[in-house]
């Protein structure tokens, strides 16, 4: 079992809808979630972190955590073309995991 | 704004031949990370630094990789001989200490053996 994995892509969404990213993460004592976007051949940016249960927003970007299900999502309202990228989960238990990432693509 | 410098960006060298990579973190981050980024695929950790000491280096593929942070502040990561299979992107990035903080990456330096 990987440590951290996403939903397959890729994922296309139509603009201006609700875009879900989905990750999950086997060991428990991870204690801080990402959430990262990579445009292509670029470098990973962080977009969100969360900590505790429940959900984080920001602008947006919702992220929502659930430690007893190990499970971590990212929601992005009014999607935009320009939302269109890879999105990396990543988890810190004693060092940061990254998942392999879900391709996203916005159509206009 | 503060930012993780890497050079050089492009590099393409042929197989078994060596090939270094060099970070510079933003200022005053005590921890420096170099990933390695398959195509396709996510980040994996090659190595973190605290300060000058490593703190994990578990995934590391030490007979032919190597990496310094002599003074703690600046890294070199080094492949020799390289193969077909390091073609990858090398990402660098730091943070201001090594657990529960963000990690700011690098542009990256896109390796290419052939």
């Known amino acids: 079992q990987k440590e951290v994995e996403q939903n397959s892509g890729p994922l296309s969404v139509p603009e201006g809808a609700i875009a879900s990213l989905n990750c999950t993460y086997s060991?428990?004592?991870?204690?801080?979630f990402f959430w990262y976007r990579q445009y292509s051949g670029k470098s990973p940016e962080l977009i969100m972190s969360i900590y505790s249960n429940g959900d984080k927003e920001d602008g947006r970007f919702t992220a929502q955590l659930n430690k007893a299900s190990q499970y971590v999502s990212l929601l992005i309202r009014d999607s935009q073309p320009s939302d269109s990228a890879t999105y990396l989960c990543a988890v810190e238990a004693q060092k940061l995991v990254f998942g392999q990432g879900t391709r996203l693509t916005i159509n206009p | 704004e503060a930012e993780v410098a890497q050079s050089p960006r492009y590099k393409i060298t042929e197989k078994s031949q060596a090939v270094a990579f060099w970070c510079d973190p933003i200022s005053g981050h005590a921890t420096l990370y170099w990933y390695r980024q398959i195509l396709g695929q996510g980040p994996e950790l090659l190595v973190q630094?605290?300060?000058?000491?490593?703190?994990?280096d578990s995934q590391l593929p030490k007979d032919r990789f190597s990496a310094e942070r002599l003074k703690g502040v600046d890294s070199t990561l080094k492949i020799q001989p390289a193969e077909l299979g390091d073609s990858a992107m090398y990402l660098c990035a730091s943070s201001t200490s090594f657990s529960g903080n963000t990690i700011y990456f690098g542009e990256g330096s896109w390796l290419t053996v052939v």
């Open positions: 060991d428990r004592v991870s204690q801080s």
């Open positions: 630094f605290q300060d000058e000491s490593v703190v994990d």
